[in-house]
């Protein structure tokens, strides 16, 4: 079905920027509301942003908000993450998913209303 391919992850020092994307294959990329999660070592993965099928709508984190932008290109099947002003604890495995539903200008931000999943890439930021 659909499968989603991460990256861009890697080193940076503090303060720094990273750029992740992720590729989407299969299924129609434009009814699909993207999400961005990370999950901190022995840590229940968490929400860090999601942008709607149309790319009108996005969300973030508060601990992100003001320094990640989610964006996504339908004619090219991406959806990027822009993380700036990176900190040690931006250090995590970070995950593309997609939401369950084809909603309408709508975000969720639960891992089990996701369904699709990156296998992962490991974003490290070096103090």
């Known amino acids: 079905q659909v499968r989603l391919v991460e990256s861009g992850g890697g080193l940076v020092q503090t303060g720094g920027s990273l750029r992740l994307s992720c590729a989407h294959s299969?299924?129609?990329?434009?009814?699909?509301?993207m999400g961005w999660f990370r999950q901190p070592p022995g840590k229940e993965r968490e929400f860090v942003a999601a942008?709607?099928?149309?790319?009108?709508?996005?969300f973030y984190a508060d601990s992100v908000k003001g320094r990640f932008a989610i964006s996504r290109d339908n004619a090219k099947n991406t959806v990027t993450l822009q993380m700036n002003s990176l900190t040690p604890e931006d250090t995590d495995v970070y995950y593309c998913a997609r939401d369950r539903l084809d909603l309408i200008d709508r975000i969720r931000t639960g891992v089990h209303e996701y369904d699709y999943w990156g296998q992962g890439t490991q974003i490290t930021v070096s103090s």
């Open positions: 299969g299924g129609t990329f434009d009814n699909d509301n």
């Open positions: 942008i709607s099928r149309s790319g009108r709508v996005t």
